[in-house]
């Protein structure tokens, strides 16, 4: 089925240390998106990325880093710089340069700083 | 600056009692596309309707409808005879039409509570 797959569901971090989400996505878009869901704050959108090789910062792209290495493929780096890391991450895409499709969003990775 | 506000944080209704959740954007572009999606407890969100900023017709899919009125920047969103399967966070979104594709900018969501 097409779809968009996050992994892992669930992820504990320590502090101080990096770690990477996964999103796939086997839909052809050429768009993914990263956002951040905390309690009451809506989503937030921390990267982008339109095209192959290319990703734009978000309103919040401090402590993350991205790369596009492959349509398919637009992992997310959380790194300790990230003050609150703790919070729910989702992953989106939808066809490119059309302002009006919709997004399509993957379940979702729970971090967890312990 | 475009931005989406959803006043209401949480409702409750009781199971076949009519909802309304609000929506207001703000947005300096004459093109532009406003969202509605669901998000169930299982974090996903999933898409449920899409309205561009020429076509003010209200529109109306089973229990769910849609109101957008320009005129005042709201794009409401009513279920009729709630069921606890409706029991959710909803999020209105908006995407300008600039150049290239515009992230959706979401409000920060109501959570609804059907109680039966």
């Known amino acids: 089925d097409g779809g968009i797959t996050q992994s892992p569901k669930y992820l504990f971090r320590k502090e101080g240390q990096n770690v990477t989400l996964s999103c796939e996505q086997n839909l052809n878009h050429d768009a993914m998106y990263w956002y951040r869901q905390d309690p009451g704050q809506g989503l937030r959108l921390i990267y982008y990325?339109?095209?192959?090789?290319?990703?734009q910062k978000g309103d919040i792209a401090e402590g993350y880093s991205v790369s596009r290495e492959k349509k398919e493929s637009f992992p997310l780096t959380v790194t300790s710089a990230q003050k609150n890391p703790t919070a729910f991450y989702l992953c989106?895409?939808?066809?490119?340069?059309?302002?009006?499709?919709?997004?399509?969003f993957g379940q979702g990775t729970r971090l967890t700083v312990v | 600056a475009q931005k989406v506000t959803q006043a209401q944080t949480e409702i409750s209704v009781v199971e076949k009692e009519d909802v309304t959740l609000d929506c207001v954007y703000e947005?300096?572009?004459?093109?532009?596309?406003l969202f509605w999606y669901k998000q169930p407890p299982s974090g996903e969100l999933v898409f449920l309707i899409r309205r561009n900023s020429f076509d003010e017709q209200n529109e109306i899919s089973g229990r769910y409808s849609w109101n957008f009125q320009k005129s005042t920047s709201s794009f409401n969103f009513t279920i009729t005879a709630s069921q606890v399967v409706d029991s959710a966070v909803y999020f209105c979104?908006?995407?300008?039409?600039?150049?290239?594709?515009?992230?959706?900018?979401f409000g920060k969501g109501t959570r609804l509570s059907v109680i039966a």
């Open positions: 947005t300096r572009d004459t093109t532009y596309y």
């Open positions: 979104a908006l995407s300008a039409r600039n150049s290239g594709n515009t992230p959706l900018v």
């Open positions: 990325s339109q095209i192959v090789n290319d990703f």
């Open positions: 989106a895409s939808s066809r490119a340069g059309v302002a009006n499709t919709e997004a399509f």
